[in-house]
């Protein structure tokens, strides 16, 4: 049974001093998680936002609709000018995510410490 997606923005500093917004998202992400993915991203400002961390942590799931949702954020960022990471993500998604293109939008990796590291 699929669990309603949750998110919540947090401001971080990097460890070189730039501000960082982390998008964290909770439950399971598909079509319905509109709201929660892309509204999220587009509630930022585009003008004082330039690092967005998405913290896939707390996912169980994302089926090929949610897929799309994150490609599309990490698209309207990109064209932007912001610089997206993500982490958290199980193995499995992953390869997943290299799989269909994500990688050429965002870096992955595997916690929290090591995207901010890379900033």
Do not use: C, W
């Not at 998405?54 to 490609?71: H, M, P, Q, R």
């Amino acid at each position: 049974m699929q669990t309603e997606t949750r998110s919540r923005i947090d401001q971080l500093t990097s460890p070189t001093g730039h501000p960082v917004s982390v998008i964290r998202f909770e439950g399971d992400i598909s079509s319905t998680s509109r709201d929660a993915v892309v509204g999220a991203y587009q509630s930022l400002s585009k003008e004082t936002v330039r690092i967005i961390l998405l913290d896939f942590t707390k996912v169980e799931y994302i089926n090929s609709s949610g897929i799309a949702l994150v490609i599309q954020t990490m698209i309207e960022a990109s064209n932007s000018g912001q610089k997206v990471h993500a982490f958290g993500l199980s193995a499995h998604f992953q390869k997943v995510f290299t799989m269909v293109g994500i990688t050429k939008y965002a870096n992955l990796f595997p916690d929290q410490q090591a995207a901010l590291a890379a900033l």
